[in-house]
């Protein structure tokens, strides 16, 4: 194997650990603001619940469609490398 594909073979796993890890992380602070701030508006008002909660599931909707890009872009890298050429 050569050793520059080698390299940057290695590189691209680097790449897509850290792409689907900081993924998943920041997906996962994202749901925890998220539904801290979705009890905090219900305790305020109990009244708009359910639109709060419509609204809730909306945008967790919109926050866990960011990993599942992160992990079609990280399958991309590693097995149809554009990179490797």
């Known amino acids: 194997?050569?050793?520059?594909l080698a390299v940057l073979n290695g590189y691209t796993v680097i790449a897509v650990a850290l792409l689907i890890g900081l993924g998943a992380l920041g997906t996962g602070i994202g749901?925890?603001?998220?539904g801290g701030k979705f009890l905090e508006?219900?305790?305020r008002q109990p009244e708009l619940g359910s639109?709060?909660?419509t609204r809730m599931?909306?945008?967790a909707g919109l926050l866990d469609a960011i990993p599942m890009i992160g992990v079609g872009i990280a399958?991309?890298?590693l097995?149809?490398?554009p990179l490797a050429g």
């Open 79 to 81: 097995f149809a490398s």
């Open 41 to 43: 508006g219900v305790a």
């Open 75 to 77: 399958m991309l890298l």
């Open 31 to 34: 749901f925890a603001i998220l």
């Open 1 to 4: 194997m050569d050793p520059v």
């Open 57 to 59: 599931f909306i945008v």
């Open 51 to 53: 639109q709060l909660q």
